[in-house]
C-alpha cells in the first residue's frame, strides 16, 4: 500500500509536467480522480488491507487525495493566467461589429407608444410630467368638478386605500397639480398608468395606460385642440388621419367632446373593428371647465384651455393591431417580444 502510494504521488508529478492547458488539467483529473482513476481503484484496494493497517492508509489516502486536488486548483489557476495574458498580448483582433449572440429584451409596446407620443409633443412645445398613482379623492375628483356622490362617479369606480387614498382611475388627476405647479400659460402631457375596478375582458383592463394633455393660454379655442390631436395622430399613424368630434360629457370640460379617428384598419369603409361605422373613438376632450381652473390657480377669465384624455392601451391596440386588451399585462414574451427594439 505505501509503495503504491509513493507510486501515485510520482505518476501524478510527472504527468503534472506536462499539463500545459486546460483540457489537459481535466484528462488529469479524470486519470487520478475519476471513478477508475488511480486513487479511486486505492480506495478499492483498501477493502482487503488488513484491518489493523486500514486506518492509517485511509488517512493517507485522504491526504494524497486534498494534495492532488489543491494541485490541480494551482494548475488551474496558472493556466488561466498564462492564457489571459497570451490573449492580452496577442496581435489577432476581433470584428466588434459582429452580430452577437447576447439575447436583448424589447420594450413593452405600451413604452414604445408612449415615447413616440412623448416625442411628438415634447417637438410642439409641451413638457412631459410624471405623477403619482395613489392619489386622494380631491385630486382625482373634486378638484375635477366632480363632487361627492355625483353620477360622473359610477363610471369610475376604483381601489380604495384603508387611508382613504385611491388608485388613480385617470391621468386627469394630475390637472390640478401641474396648473399648481407652472401656472398659465402653460402646455404639458402627463401619461400614467391609471386603475378602475372593471370586469376584464377582450376590451377592457383593471391596469391601462392613457396620457393627458392640458395647454392653457389666452385666446385658446377648439380649433388648436383640433389641430394639435390631428397633427399627433396623423405623425403616430405616418398618414393623414380624419378626425371628427362629438359631443361628450366630462364634468371638468365644457363643452366636451369625443374625438373619433377614421378607422386605420379598413380606412373609413366600415369593417368588424369600427362595428361597420368607419369611426373609432380615441380621445375624449374638451374646453377646461371655468371652476377646474379656478381650483388650479388660474384666472378662467384671463386664460382659456383645452384637455384631452388620449387612451395610450387603446392607441398601442390600434397602432400594433393588438386585438386583445389582456396581451398588455400578461407577461407573455411570446406576444411582448414581437416589438421593434427602441
Ligand atoms: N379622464 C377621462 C376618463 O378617463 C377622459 C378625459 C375626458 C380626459 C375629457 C380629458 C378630457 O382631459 O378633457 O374618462
Given at each position: 500500500m505505501e509503495k503504491k502510494i509513493a507510486q501515485i504521488i510520482d505518476n501524478f508529478a510527472e504527468a503534472a509536467k506536462n499539463a500545459t492547458d486546460s483540457a489537459s488539467v481535466e484528462k488529469l483529473r479524470v486519470a487520478f480522480l475519476?471513478?477508475?482513476g488511480e486513487i479511486s481503484e486505492l480506495m478499492k484496494d483498501l477493502k482487503s488491507a488488513p484491518s489493523e493497517q486500514k486506518k492509517a492508509f485511509g488517512q493517507k489516502i485522504n491526504q494524497l487525495k486534498k494534495d492532488v486536488e489543491a494541485r490541480l486548483v494551482e494548475l488551474t489557476a496558472t493556466i488561466e493566467q498564462k492564457e489571459l495574458e497570451a490573449l492580452i498580448n496577442s496581435t489577432e483582433s476581433y470584428d466588434v461589429t459582429m452580430p452577437s449572440r447576447v439575447e436583448t429584451g424589447s420594450y413593452h409596446p405600451i413604452t414604445l407608444i408612449q415615447r413616440e407620443v412623448e416625442d411628438i409633443f415634447a417637438a410642439m412645445g409641451f413638457t412631459i410630467e410624471d405623477y403619482d398613482e395613489i392619489v386622494d379623492d380631491y385630486h382625482c375628483f373634486e378638484a375635477l368638478n366632480?363632487?361627492?356622490?355625483?353620477?360622473?362617479r359610477d363610471m369610475q369606480d376604483t381601489y380604495y386605500l384603508d387611508n382613504g387614498q385611491l388608485l388613480k382611475t385617470?391621468?386627469?388627476?394630475a390637472q390640478n397639480a401641474i396648473m399648481r405647479k407652472y401656472g398659465a400659460p402653460l402646455r404639458a402631457i402627463f401619461p400614467g398608468r391609471c386603475f378602475r375596478n372593471e370586469a376584464i375582458d377582450a376590451c377592457h383592463e383593471n391596469t391601462f395606460f392613457q396620457m393627458e394633455g392640458i395647454m392653457i393660454d389666452k385666446d385658446i379655442s377648439i380649433s388648436n385642440l383640433i389641430y394639435f390631436m390631428k397633427t399627433m395622430l396623423s405623425e403616430v399613424f405616418q398618414r393623414d388621419v380624419q378626425v371628427r368630434l362629438r359631443p361628450g360629457f366630462f364634468p371638468?370640460?365644457?363643452?366636451g367632446f369625443e374625438l373619433d379617428i377614421s378607422c386605420q384598419v379598413c380606412g373609413g369603409t366600415g369593417c368588424p373593428s369600427c362595428k361597420n361605422s368607419g369611426w373609432l373613438e380615441l380621445c375624449p376632450c374638451g374646453m377646461i371647465h371655468p371652476n377646474v381652473l379656478t381650483a388650479g390657480g388660474i384666472d378662467p377669465e384671463e386664460y382659456t384651455g383645452f384637455a384631452f384624455g388620449l387612451g395610450l392601451t387603446r392607441l398601442a391596440m390600434m397602432k400594433y393591431g393588438v386585438?386583445?386588451?389582456r396581451t398588455f399585462n400578461s407577461g407573455n414574451l411570446k406576444a411582448l417580444s414581437q416589438f421593434e427594439s427602441l
Open positions: 475519476g471513478k477508475k366632480i363632487p361627492k356622490h355625483h353620477p360622473a385617470h391621468t386627469s388627476a371638468f370640460v365644457e363643452p386585438k386583445d386588451i
